[in-house]
């Protein structure tokens, strides 16, 4: 790695963010990654060393094999040691350290009249008393608990209390349909599903125990269903100021199964011993988008995971005693699992848990929200600037943000345009830009900038973090130095990487290990330029990002054709000034159907509903027939230049009918459906 040297335009940390910085200046960064990689124990044993040990280590920090054709692939770390992750991000601050008064969440409602203040010890106390919940309606170590809960505090309440018992909780981000729910469930085999009764997006009320018994009942009719309780929040927007409930919903209630959480609370005990657990045991499951349509559940571990997701949130935001720390995803992402709950909590930090949305109820709310907390560091996804950026920049005239120090994104690349409006607008100029490239399969950061080190350059995720050893390589596997461009792989773990695909082992070592024996591949496409800096160029596998969420083209497609009407579908992305990409959907309908305005309206509320509204096509065109080889694989290639009116069409002769092509771009849809 070099010392940048380039003539691009680049933006220097100031002397003042170096002043009291974990990680002041360039040099000071490549000492330490030269440090994690040559010496990996010794390294992670440091990070180790600042956490509580019911059983300390004793065998190796990290073992592995990444090689397929060695053996299975395996990552563990420090294995044989036992701990507790929920005993070390809340006990130990509120016992060793005297944190029990600091500020863990800020929590702000969908509606600014909702806010709620969570110390360290009363986070502890409702944890405790919530893991004595799940106890007494029957979770054991090792069993699933589901959670579809939106972003209340009962959110945290519950993935720490599943991690004090040793339950592995699996968040399904409440957004997603019942079907997606229900899919989760079955995989995951979740004894307990932890929902509410509805919840405001905006200003829509959604019903979302009634999402829940149709994705309940879905699991019921298709496998003998593994649920026996269903523990419902009420929702504080759904409450008087009284917290009495008020009845704007009409929540269905099944006596057998379901359990209002307040009255399980009421009586629980606010004292539970921690679960000690091996450093190996699984802590959680997060279903991601599987290029098969199928979700994958990525599964990771406790040890490692506390180890990684700690240390990344404490160099990457440079994270100091007095912070106020504000990162918008949704827990229900990995991003809202490492960087709302984990690793912030791990470092005894005091964040925003943030329900509402940016445009809710004025454009301002973001800035409003930065200013009523003083936020220091703000972490949050490209697609969101993108859509704050369309309103200028009197909304945030309106407020102080001088508190803001260092900002974040995530999720996708950053186009420069949204960079320089988030640095120049955002950030006045004073602050950097951690540019964080990462997955839900690497459990935190990967490739990211340090703040107060790494001098940054628009658009780019610079350089690799502790630990983490990337490299680039052409279509043969080879590895390709200095500048290039190719398939980005790492070449060994670190703590925090996923340690398989729950109960698909061999699906795991299939996606990630096989292509390119001996390294972990991301599907990414990247480009190392001459200064080092590493640029991530995009999927280059059939997967889509829309708005920073993950999803693959078959899952679409598989939608798509459920409908009667349709025989055949392809779905490619198409570039979307908001949302980073968009859906464009090619559907060949079945003999004598006709294609209108109607089947339009009809796919687009099939694929709302079979996935989720994430997932809703942007555009919808008609296909007398789809672009194939020969061998009857369809050409995407050909159709993702259709979608974007590129006549450009390259090398056509493996195209079995070419006569298609011309037949499609007569049917382009040029405005969204
Ligand atoms: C995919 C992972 C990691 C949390 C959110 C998404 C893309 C993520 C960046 C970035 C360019 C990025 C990649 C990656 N991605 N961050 N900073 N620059 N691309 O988690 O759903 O597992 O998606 O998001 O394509 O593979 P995920």
Known sequence: MVVPDSKDKMYYPSDDLQKDAHVPGFNSYLALYRKSLETPEAFWKDVADEFFWKTPPVGPMLQYNFDVTKGNIYVKCMEGAKTNICYNVLDRHVRESNLGQKVAYYWEGNSPEQHMTITYSQLLSQVCRCANVLKRLGVKKGDRVSIYLPMIPELVFTMLACARIGAVHSIVFAGFSSESLSERIMDAQSSILVTADGVYRGE????????????LEKCRKKASSSITKCLVVKHPALRTKSGAACNKLQTPWDSECDVWWDEAMRDS??????????????????????????????????????LYTSLTFKYVFDHHHDDVYW??????????????????????????????????????????????????????????????????????????????RILGTV??????????????????????????????ETGGHVLTPLPAATPLKPGSATFPFFGVEPTILNEHGEELEGEAEGYLVFRKPWP?????????????????????PGFYVTGDGCRRDKDGYYWITGRIDDMLNVSGHLMSTAEVEAA?????????????????????????????????????????????????????????????QNAPALPKTRSGKIM?????KIARNDKDLGDLSTLADPKVVEVLFSHRCEAAA
């Open 560 to 620: 798509l054709t459920e409908h009667l009407a349709v025989a055949e579908a392809a779905v490619v992305s198409r570039p979307h000034k908001v949302k980073g990409e968009c859906l464009y959907c090619f559907v060949t309908l079945k003999d004598s159907r006709e294609f209108n305005h109607t089947t339009v309206e009809e796919l687009k509320r099939l694929v709302r509903e079979k996935i989720g509204p994430v997932a809703t096509p942007d555009f919808i």
């Open 269 to 306: 005990p606010d004292e539970c011993e921690p679960e000690w657990l091996d450093a190996e045991d699984p802590l959680f499951i997060l279903y991601t988008s599987g290029s098969t349509g199928k979700p994958k559940g990525v599964l990771h571990t406790v040890a490692g995971y506390l």
């Open 204 to 215: 829509k009320l959604i019903n979302l125990k009634q999402i829940a018994d149709e994705a």
């Open 327 to 404: 990162c918008t995803a949704d827990i229900g992402w990995i991003t809202g699992h490492s960087y709302i709950t984990y690793g912030p909590l791990a470092n005894g930090a005091t964040g925003v848990l943030f329900e509402g949305i940016p445009v809710h109820p004025h454009v301002g709310r973001f800035w409003e929200i930065i200013e009523k907390y003083k936020v220091t560091k703000f972490y949050t996804a490209p697609t969101a600037i993108r859509l704050l950026m369309k309103y200028g920049q009197e909304p945030l005239q309106k407020y102080d943000l001088s508190s803001l």
């Open 411 to 440: 999720g996708e690349p950053i186009n420069p345009e949204a960079w320089q409006w988030y640095h120049k607008v955002v950030g006045q100029g004073r602050c950097p830009i951690v540019d964080t490239f990462w997955q839900t």
């Open 496 to 516: 925090g990487i996923m340690r398989t695909l729950y109960r698909n082992h061999e699906h795991f070592e299939n996606t990630y290990f096989k292509k390119f």
């Open 636 to 640: 995407r290639r050909i159709l993702r």
